[in-house]
């Protein structure tokens, strides 16, 4: 099954926000071309445009993958509702991920990261 | 110097929200008892007690570390704003570092997170 694998912002009315998100996605986008950045709101593309995409492009499968922290509001009820109303108006298949903060690989880029800070000082 | 790293996220009234960031932040309090998890709001500890904690435990600076995946408005005005005022209140020194989005451990985690994807699927 052909499968796109959206990476979500949540999206801001600010360009250097989501800058970052383009810059994060970067190696991911161009390591892998079924994988592409798309924005809940604000930001452009949209979370719409990209599942139309991908259907019309022959797509089955949509799984979202959010670049979130947590889970509130949004992934509990909003992007839930935003995918089952495009499942059906665009006819593909669609999956949402627990956001990246729940992954393991979180908290172990966050030790990283510390190191980091902390050897920086010494 | 007697320095303290506070992980800063931005807090929720929903408890299962704060509690993923508890789960994120825990091997690294573990590993160094100078790091400590904090909310910006809505949640406890809040930024300000454990920045008055610190002073009191003979901590002579604070690091921010915001766990946040961007800057936005909270990481351009008002966590600075925040982090002044406790300076001078609490009379120790202060500074923000970048967001951890903005640091390259967090591409590399969202590599692996895609890979670890995919391959289930496969």
Redesign the interface.
């Known amino acids: 099954m052909k499968?796109k694998?959206i990476?979500l912002?949540h999206g801001?009315s600010?360009l250097?926000?989501?800058d970052?998100?383009v810059?994060?996605?970067?190696?991911?986008c161009e390591?892998?071309k079924n994988?592409q950045l798309a924005f809940m709101e604000l930001s452009s593309p949209s979370l719409e445009l990209c599942v139309k995409r991908a259907a019309k492009e022959g797509y089955q499968k949509v799984?979202v993958?959010p670049?979130?922290?947590?889970?509130?509001?949004h992934l509990k009820k909003d992007v839930p509702g935003m995918l089952e109303s495009y499942a059906s108006t665009y006819g593909v298949a669609t999956q949402l991920?627990d956001?990246?903060?729940?992954?393991p690989?979180?908290?172990?880029?966050?030790?990283?990261?510390?190191e980091e800070?902390?050897q920086d000082?010494e």
Do not use: M
């Open positions: 499968e694998i990476l912002a801001s600010d250097n926000w989501s970052t998100f810059h994060l996605t970067r190696p991911a390591q892998n994988v799984t993958l670049l979130f922290l947590a889970k509130g509001k991920l956001p990246i903060g729940e992954h690989a979180l908290a172990d880029a966050l030790l990283r990261i510390i800070t902390v000082k």
